[in-house]
């Protein structure tokens, strides 16, 4: 995994965009985003990408619009931003299977589209940019099945907690836990008691699955396998009103948002999946930028391909990481937060008291 880290990196640092274009016609930018309960969109995509196109491109100019998880709101904002003249959408679609409008839209009008970590199917994109769900999902699987072999008995009851399946991502993070999870289970060392999959990722419905399960298991619940930040922390607050978190692990968590972080320190979360959004966000205003200037995209950046269903989109996959309490430098060491913050709920805790 840190060889190709560093590749991917090294790619991304080394993948310069070229002079930004002059003339009368200011590129204008429209970063779509899908709503506001995913928080990493806003705090973290939103700023970064603006930062970047600024540095690429400092003539053009990026609009934001959010679709607060409406796909019909996120259509008309396509409409709207195309009629206002963007020169490209760099769209995370708010629900995928309600996408095409919204993709042959951009189409017609000769407008490009780069999809940023959400798919969008039934219509033509340029280019896609996306952690690899796969490999996430893999990676949430074996430390829930790590968790879960460390338990004595057999039989030990799992509550799987999923999001959005309209995504592409969502699905793919299904299959790649089920790679590792399916064979523990089959083995009869854990059995699934509660599962669902919500829309918009939604954490105030992450919690009512939550209290109904516990109600309905009478708290008998080994783990909850989640797969993100969002609901994970939903949970442990549902935990935490029952005394129970630390002691009913949480795994399954992505993004690495910082409450997160505050939370496996304080070990009432096991884990999240390190995608390092900055590597993401400077991918994606490389690419819009080669887009603007009508260069290709950089040597080795794209290295694979996604079907939405009407084209197989060309993918810049990249590389994601499990973190846990031992290995939280890792995020720090990326400058994404520092100990002091990671600390500041629980300063005594074992992880922060080693990192004094």
């Known amino acids: ?181 399916q064979p523990l289970i089959d083995s009869d060392k854990g059995r699934v008691a509660c599962e669902t999959a919500l829309e918009d990722w939604d954490p105030v419905a992450a919690q009512a699955f939550a209290n109904e399960c516990l109600d309905r298991e009478h708290n008998d619940i080994a783990l909850f396998v989640t797969m993100n930040d969002d609901l994970a922390q939903a949970i442990v607050a549902v935990l935490a009103d029952r005394s129970s978190a630390g002691r009913i692990m949480v795994t399954g968590g992505q993004d690495a948002n910082l409450a997160a972080l505050q939370l496996i320190a304080q070990g009432m979360l096991d884990n999240t999946i390190f995608k390092n959004l900055f590597v993401q966000a400077k991918v994606a205003a490389q690419l819009t930028t080669a887009i603007l200037h009508g260069e290709d995209f950089p040597a080795g950046m794209v290295n694979g391909t996604i079907d939405n269903q009407y084209m197989a989109v060309p993918t810049v996959f990249l590389p994601v990481q499990n973190i846990t309490k031992d290995n939280l430098d890792v995020v720090v060491n990326a400058g994404f937060y520092t100990w002091q913050q990671i600390c500041e709920p629980d300063p005594s805790s074992a992880v922060c008291l080693d990192h004094r």
């Open 1 to 181: 995994m840190f060889w190709i880290w560093a590749t991917v990196v090294s790619v991304v640092l080394g993948a310069c965009g070229a002079p930004a274009p002059t003339g009368a016609n200011t590129p204008e930018i429209y970063f779509l985003l899908p709503n506001t309960i995913t928080t990493r969109f806003i705090q973290r995509d939103e700023p970064m990408f603006t930062d970047f196109m600024e540095m690429f491109v400092p003539e053009a100019t990026v609009t934001v619009r959010n679709a607060e998880g409406d796909s019909a709101l996120q259509q008309r904002q396509v409409e709207a931003a195309i009629e206002d003249g963007a020169s490209v959408l760099v769209l995370i679609s708010a629900d995928a299977r309600f996408s095409g409008g919204a993709l042959t839209a951009a189409a017609a009008a000769g407008v490009p589209v780069v999809l940023y970590d959400h798919d969008a199917v039934g219509g033509p994109a340029e280019v896609q940019v996306i952690f690899d769900p796969l490999e996430v999902g893999r990676q949430q699987g074996s430390r829930a099945v790590d968790l879960l072999a460390a338990m004595p008995g057999d039989g030990l009851k799992i509550a799987r907690v999923g999001g959005n399946l309209g995504e592409y991502g969502t699905r793919l993070f299904l299959q790649g836990q089920n790679e590792v999870l």
